[in-house]
C-alpha cells in the first residue's frame, strides 16, 4: 500500500516531485503539529493511502510537510491555515482543500484522478473502497476519529478501522478550515477551536511575512521583538472567519491577540498590556528577536482559571 513521505527540506521536496512521472497525482500535506485538526487530516490520508496499492508508475503519492519548519514551501503554495492539501500533477495544481473534511478530501482525491486519463486511476479508487465495510445506519457513532458500535444489545464495541476509509456520506471529522459552517452554532463552535489552536494566536491581515495592513505588521514585529512564539490566522483568506469573529469576540477590528483562548485585544491594547506588565508574554517567549509562527516544545502553556 501507499506510504505518506514526510518532507523535511526544499531540496528533499525538490527531489520527490522530480522522481516522479507526469501521470502521477501528488498529494501535499500541510500540517502543524500543535494544531489538533492536523492530527485528524493526517488520519484521513493514512486510511486513504492504505487503499492504493504499490503500483509502477504510482497512481497518487502522499506527502505531509509541516508548515512552520519549511515556509518556503508554505508560502509557494500560499498556505495560510492548516491543515492545506494541495493536489498537483505535472506541477500544476489542480485543487487544494482547506481544513479535514474527510468527504471533501475524498472526493478532491478522487475527482483528481478520475480526470487524469490515467487508465488505473478510477478503478482503482472504487476497487479499493468497494471491499471496505460501511456500518449500517444507526450502527455506529463517530468520536474522535473512532467507531463504537451501538448496536441493539448495546455492547459498544470498538470497530477496527485499520481498512476505514471516508466516504461522502461520512460527517466531518473537524471543524473544516474554509468557510462552509452553514450555520452560526456550527462557525462558533470553529471560532472556540481557532482562537485555542496556539497558546498565542494572532488573528491578522496577510501572513508575518507579509502582512497586508500597518497595524497587523506592527504587532507582527512587537510579537518578534519580545520573542514571542504564536499561531497565526490569515483573516482574509476567509471572509466567515473575518466577519464572524468580530460578532463572536464583540470586537469588531483586526489584527486580534489572543493568549490562552481568551481575547486580548488589538494593537493599542497589546502596547497598553505591555506598558502596565512588561513581563506580560514571558511565559510565551523564547528568545527576544526571534520570535515567529508557533513551535509547540517552545511554547508555554498558559493556565486555564476555572469560573
Not at 473512532?146 to 461520512?170: E, I, R
Request: proline fraction near 8%; include cysteine; charged fraction near 20%.
Amino acid at each position: 500500500m501507499s506510504q505518506i513521505t514526510e518532507i523535511t527540506s526544499p531540496s528533499d521536496f525538490s527531489a520527490h516531485t522530480d522522481s516522479l512521472p507526469p501521470t502521477t497525482l501528488l498529494a501535499i500535506s500541510f500540517y502543524t503539529p500543535w494544531a489538533t485538526p492536523c492530527k485528524q487530516m493526517a488520519d484521513i490520508l493514512s486510511a486513504l493511502a492504505s487503499q492504493y496499492p504499490l503500483r509502477d508508475p504510482p497512481t497518487v503519492s502522499f506527502v505531509s510537510i509541516n508548515a512552520e519548519d519549511q515556509p518556503d514551501i508554505s508560502e509557494s503554495y500560499n498556505v495560510t491555515a492548516v491543515p492545506f492539501l494541495v493536489l498537483q500533477r505535472s506541477g500544476n495544481v489542480l485543487e487544494s482543500v482547506s481544513g479535514c473534511d474527510a468527504a471533501k478530501v475524498r472526493g478532491a482525491i478522487e475527482n483528481s484522478i478520475r480526470k487524469s486519463g490515467h487508465g488505473a486511476g478510477r478503478s482503482t479508487i472504487l476497487e479499493a473502497l468497494s471491499t471496505t465495510p460501511r456500518a449500517e445506519a444507526g450502527e455506529a457513532d463517530t468520536v474522535n476519529g473512532s467507531v463504537s458500535g451501538t448496536g441493539a444489545n448495546g455492547s459498544g464495541a470498538t470497530k477496527d478501522l485499520s481498512g476505514y476509509a471516508p466516504s461522502a456520506s461520512d460527517p466531518p471529522t473537524a471543524p473544516a478550515m474554509s468557510s462552509t459552517a452553514d450555520s452560526t452554532e456550527a462557525l462558533n463552535a470553529r471560532l472556540a477551536v481557532l482562537v485555542k489552536a496556539a497558546p498565542v494566536m494572532l488573528f491578522m491581515k496577510g501572513t508575518p511575512s507579509s502582512p497586508q495592513c500597518g497595524f497587523s505588521r506592527q504587532l507582527v514585529g512587537l510579537l518578534r521583538q519580545k520573542g514571542v512564539r504564536y499561531g497565526f490566522f490569515n483573516i482574509l483568506a476567509d471572509e466567515e472567519v473575518r466577519q464572524g469573529l468580530k460578532v463572536w469576540a464583540d470586537w469588531p477590528t483586526f489584527p486580534q491577540l489572543w493568549v490562552g483562548g481568551e481575547l486580548v485585544g488589538g494593537l493599542d491594547i497589546v502596547k497598553e498590556e505591555l506598558e502596565n506588565n512588561p513581563e506580560f508574554f514571558e511565559e510565551y517567549a523564547v528568545e527576544p528577536g526571534i520570535g515567529g509562527m508557533a513551535a509547540p516544545e517552545a511554547q508555554g502553556r498558559p493556565e486555564v482559571a476555572s469560573t
